[in-house]
Structure formats: structure tokens, C-alpha cells
């Protein structure tokens, strides 16, 4: 295999790919080649949230007999590698204070190819996973900027850095990457973006569903019974600031040392100042605008965070106090979402809670109070972790990509285009045994849109 190496900026180290061949658990080299023109191939979903915690890996077996028949999916290991410090300081320093220049930015999209590329290794050894049983990467990248609803005068854009031809080079696998803007292209606004795993795995014959996901954003999908439309109905939308607010809070209180509140601590220890609660979600305009919408940290970040520090701090209230009041912004403001645009929220049946803010016990009881007749689940039930679900996501998408197969899309996004170039191809070692397997699938006809989806079996190995 050939290799590339680029710079740690840090300490002028090189990085290089891990070695092939045949691993212990069975993971063998080469692409699938199936005679009879089925698909067969292993993705590695890569993401990289808002809080820069870690990078989320999710190997991803997918199966499907022909273009018409249920599409098969297995994670075959699921993990999340540490962000190292070396780019995890810059890139957040950076963020917050929105200060840069074009030399820092070219630079740091390299730097973060080589993160992920790293990471990609760092996983495939700590597994013992040969890289060359690794089809294809999907690798969301870190989010530097999303302006996914511009004003006057500004260009819908979205900004995700991670050169994949830096990851492809480094590892040799076939890269996908740009979900996002490749979105944004045909007309709709690049988030949530997870409709297509969230359709696919809740939907339902008679019951109305809810994947609830509250990472530094909270979105949301609602996916309708199949005798109502199922995945062909399905709406999604960005609710407002997820675990956003409440890392910042931690961070300033502790002066960097704890970046989140672990099981809800500090927020269980205070007493929510509803007044506060009440009139952040009255006033805030993001919050009370319909649907379809999408947010970031364009709206959301370190600066409208410090603010409702200091209105709690100014208040008297203590730093538990403030942490429960930006807690119960988050979780008023989900329940708010449902009543105000979704008519039909005293209809919903289950919701399944995924993302770090699913573990915080001070925003699910409180979902559990508001919605007493709604049952509240892990998305783990569907045998995908809930924290992997992003990860398979982007795995997914980067196996559609390769197809040139159309994804689903929530039928309130601005426009319905189907979409068959949903990322960036940065070619590996063996891009043309790939694309041979995607062209002979289906002879090279257009391929319908996959609606159904089997798990060939729940993933029990993580547990966060």
C-alpha cells in the first residue's frame, strides 16, 4: 500500500497508515465481489460532534440481495477514539472566539484529515481489524460553520472540515465526506441530515414514533405509522440548543476542567429558576420559528451561553441553580417544539432518546413528566447504540453515495429533490473493484430508494 504522512503541527511527527492483511477476528482483506450482482461491503462511519468529545466509529457490514430487497445492516464494532489535544484546544479556541485566517484555515483542514485518518488507524489496531476489510469511509468531518437559514445579503453554505483525500491517502480506503453542503446543493439545508437511519430503523405499521437526539444541538425526527405514509411522511427539524449551553456552563464554573455535566449532577443539586426558563424561550427567535429549520453554533454557541450565565449569576442564583436552569431550558424547549409545530403530539407513542443529553436524568424525567402516555426509550432498543447512530449514519450515506442511490427525505424540507451525488469521493487503493461492485449492482439502472431496513443483529458490545 502507499503511503502518505503529514506534520503533526505540534511536534513535527509524521502519521502513517496502519498495515493490512488478515486479522483475528476474522475480518479478511478485499472488497466482497458477489457473481450474482448483490452488494456486499464494510463502511466505517466516522463523526465528529460540536463538543469535539470524540470521534465516533462505527464499522458497518451492509448487505442487500437486489435494489428492490430490504437493505441488511450488522455494526461489527462500534468505539470512540479520543480527540487528541493537540488540534481538540486550537479548534475550540477558534469557534468560540470566530477569529481566523485563510492560512489557519487551509491548515487546519488537513490537520483534521489527519485526526481522522489517525483515528481510522487508532481503531483498526485497537480492534485488530485489517484496514483492507474496510471498504469505504464515511466521515462527517467537524462542523466549523453551518448558515443553513442565511438573512438577506448571506449564502446558504456549510463549512466541514477533514480533507477526505487526506484521510484516503493515509489509509488507502475509498473516502466520502461533505454530506452537508452536497445537501445544501440541491436546495435543502444540510441538517439534521439523520432522517435516513431514523426512518429506517423506528418506523412502524400503527405506531407514531420519535427519534429524539440531544447532542450540542437537539433535533428531532417524526416518523409517522407506515399505514400513514411511514418513511415517506417523515419530518425532522433542529429543536435549539441540546448539550451546547450546559457544556459551556461547566466549563466556566470550573474553569475548564469538566466539560459536561456527568449523569446530571450539578443540574440535579440546583433549583430551576423558571422565570429565567420561560423567558429565554418566549424571546429567543430560532426556538419559536417553524419548521423546516436548522441551528449551530452560529446561533447557539459560547457567547449566548455566557449570556444566560450572567442573567442567572445577576439573579443570585447559584452555580447548581444555573446549571438546573439551562438544563430545563433544553428539555422545556423539546416539549415545546412538539405542541407548538406538531399538532399531533399527544399521538406520539414512543419516543427513542439518543445523543449524550439521553443520559442526563434531569432532561429525560422531566420529558417523562410533560408526556405521562408516550413511552421513552433508548435508541439502543433497535439494536443500534445510541450513541452510534450518527456514526452509521454517515456510513450509510457514504454507501449511498457510491450507488448514486437517492436517500429519503422528510417531506417538509424545502424542496424534495432527490439527491444522488450526497458527498465527495476522494478515491483509494481500490476505488475501481469498488465501483465495480456499485455499477454491477442493479446493472447499472437507477436504483430505487431503499424504505426498509433489517438489523441482522443488535450490537451489545458498547457500553458508554
Known amino acids: ?114 485526526m481522522f485518518g489517525e483515528a481510522v488507524k487508532i481503531f483498526c489496531d485497537k480492534h485488530d481489524i485489517a484496514m483492507d476489510s474496510i471498504d469505504l469511509i464515511g466521515s462527517h468531518g467537524q462542523t466549523i460553520w453551518l448558515l443553513s437559514m442565511p438573512k438577506e445579503g448571506e449564502t446558504q453554505s456549510a463549512f466541514c472540515l477533514g480533507e477526505g483525500t487526506v484521510i484516503s491517502a493515509m489509509t488507502g480506503i475509498t473516502t466520502v465526506t461533505d454530506f452537508r453542503m452536497a445537501e445544501q446543493a440541491v436546495g435543502r439545508q444540510g441538517a439534521p441530515l439523520v432522517a435516513l437511519i431514523d426512518g429506517l430503523l423506528l418506523h412502524h405499521p400503527t405506531k407514531l414514533r420519535v427519534c429524539q437526539n440531544i447532542g450540542g444541538i437537539a433535533n428531532l425526527c417524526i416518523i409517522p405509522p407506515d399505514s400513514e405514509g411511514g418513511v415517506d411522511a417523515m419530518i425532522d427539524w433542529d429543536c435549539g440548543p ?4 450546559i457544556d459551556a456552563a461547566m466549563r466556566y464554573f470550573t474553569n475548564g476542567k469538566m466539560e459536561y455535566d456527568k449523569d446530571g449532577e450539578w443540574g440535579a443539586r440546583g433549583t430551576v429558576s423558571q422565570s429565567v426558563v420561560d423567558r429565554f424561550l418566549r424571546d429567543n427567535a430560532y426556538v419559536n420559528h417553524p419548521p423546516p429549520k436548522t441551528t449551530g453554533r452560529e446561533t447557539f454557541g459560547d457567547g449566548e451561553a455566557q449570556q444566560l450565565i450572567d442573567e442567572c449569576l445577576s439573579l443570585g442564583l447559584s452555580k447548581y441553580d444555573t446549571l438546573a436552569t439551562i438544563t430545563r431550558i433544553t428539555a422545556q424547549n423539546i ?130
Open 1 to 114: 500500500m502507499v503511503s502518505a504522512t503529514y506534520p503533526d503541527s505540534t511536534n513535527g511527527h509524521a502519521y502513517g497508515h496502519a498495515s493490512n492483511g488478515v486479522h483475528a477476528n476474522g475480518l479478511s482483506s478485499g472488497v466482497h465481489r458477489r457473481a450474482d450482482g448483490s452488494l456486499d461491503v464494510r463502511v466505517l462511519g466516522l463523526n465528529s460532534g460540536t463538543a469535539m468529545d470524540g470521534i465516533d466509529c462505527a464499522l458497518v457490514h451492509y448487505r442487500q440481495s437486489s435494489p428492490t430487497a430490504p437493505l441488511h445492516m450488522n455494526i461489527l464494532k462500534y468505539d470512540e477514539i479520543p480527540v487528541p489535544q493537540w488540534i481538540k484546544k486550537p479548534v475550540l479556541k477558534m469557534l468560540r472566539e470566530t477569529k481566523t485566517t485563510p492560512s489557519l484555515m487551509s491548515q487546519l483542514n488537513v490537520q483534521l484529515g489527519v
Open 242 to 245: 441540546g448539550n451546547m449551553f
Open 335 to 464: 416539549v415545546k417544539q412538539y405542541r407548538t409545530f406538531f399538532p399531533r403530539h399527544n399521538k406520539i407513542g414512543e419516543i427513542f432518546m439518543c445523543g449524550g443529553g439521553a443520559r442526563n436524568p434531569n432532561i429525560i424525567n422531566y420529558l417523562r413528566q410533560e408526556l405521562p402516555n408516550t413511552r421513552i426509550l433508548k435508541l439502543d432498543e433497535t439494536g443500534v447504540p445510541s450513541d452510534a447512530k450518527e456514526a452509521v449514519s454517515f456510513a450509510q450515506q457514504a454507501l449511498e453515495a457510491i450507488l448514486g442511490r437517492a436517500a429519503l427525505v422528510p417531506i417538509n424540507s424545502d424542496t424534495l429533490t432527490p439527491n444522488t451525488i450526497s458527498g465527495k469521493i476522494a478515491p483509494g487503493l481500490r476505488w475501481r473493484e469498488i465501483m465495480f461492485q456499485a455499477i454491477n449492482f442493479g446493472r447499472g439502472e437507477p436504483l430505487p430508494t431503499v424504505k426498509e431496513m433489517v438489523v441482522d443483529r443488535k450490537y451489545t458490545d458498547w457500553k458508554p
